[in-house]
């Protein structure tokens, strides 16, 4: 039961450098997302996904991006790394269609950016 | 105003108490609700959903209450493992997918 897994738990990047998060579940959910979470703050989504092919932006895209070639992957890129980005990333997926459906989110990635 | 709204807390209760948490949220065509628990430095998990009627958990209670916009959750008999963080979470649901919008969160710490 692997549910959502992302990778690296944590990283540490130089202002500039790219990298990217990896997401992958194992549920068949249509539905994917990127959310970040800072201090005191709630979770803001960066990106989301209906399904294979389809990305859409959220409430804090910049800086970042998305594709969906599968089902099962949704990676998350960040290009020229900035001290604003130092953040916990979730990445999360629900079933379609479904108005209660629960969403499932993978451990974090702890992201400082020096 | 924020879409969701609560107290940061913390709220501080020794074990046995009951507690509850509001959460008041400002698209009043909203039509789900959830709460889920963060443990510290981990990800968060559903606890409940918020139905119409309100429901019933074990030891947990949610309550929705349409015309003022606010979620509710009671927690009974606290429990040391209760301390975390609980997140109000809303589907606007005027976007036609599962867009969920996150509270920041009340914290609640257990003392024996």
């Known amino acids: 039961n692997a549910g959502v897994t992302q990778t690296p738990k944590f990283r540490i990047l130089k202002i500039g450098q790219s990298m990217t998060l990896q997401c992958t579940q194992d549920?068949?959910?249509?539905?994917m997302y990127w959310y970040r979470q800072d201090p005191g703050m709630g979770l803001k989504l960066i990106y989301y996904?209906?399904?294979?092919?389809?990305?859409d932006k959220g409430e804090v895209p910049n800086g970042y991006n998305v594709s969906r070639s599968t089902t099962e992957d949704f990676p998350l890129r960040l290009e020229l790394a900035a001290p604003s980005q130092t953040s916990v990333y979730f990445c999360?997926?629900?079933?379609?269609?479904?108005?209660?459906?629960?969403?499932?989110f993978g451990q974090g990635t702890r992201l400082t950016v020096v | 105003r924020k879409e969701v709204e609560q107290d940061p807390g913390p709220f501080n209760v020794p074990e046995g108490a009951t507690v509850a948490f509001n959460c008041t949220y400002s698209n009043s065509a909203s039509q789900s609700f959830f709460w889920y628990r963060q443990d510290c430095r981990k990800e968060p998990k559903l606890l409940m959903s918020?139905?119409?009627s309100g429901n019933e958990d074990g030891r947990f209670t949610a309550q929705l209450n349409r015309a003022s916009q606010y979620i509710s959750l009671l927690i009974r008999d606290s429990k040391l493992s209760d301390s975390a963080t609980y997140l109000c979470?809303?589907?606007?649901?005027?976007?036609?997918?599962?867009?969920?919008?996150f509270g920041t969160g009340t914290r609640l710490l257990v003392s024996p």
């Open positions: 979470v809303v589907n606007p649901m005027n976007t036609g997918f599962q867009k969920l919008v």
């Open positions: 918020v139905y119409s």
């Open positions: 999360a997926s629900s079933y379609k269609d479904r108005v209660l459906a629960e969403a499932f």
């Open positions: 996904s209906v399904g294979a092919g389809i990305t």
């Open positions: 549920m068949n959910h249509n539905y």
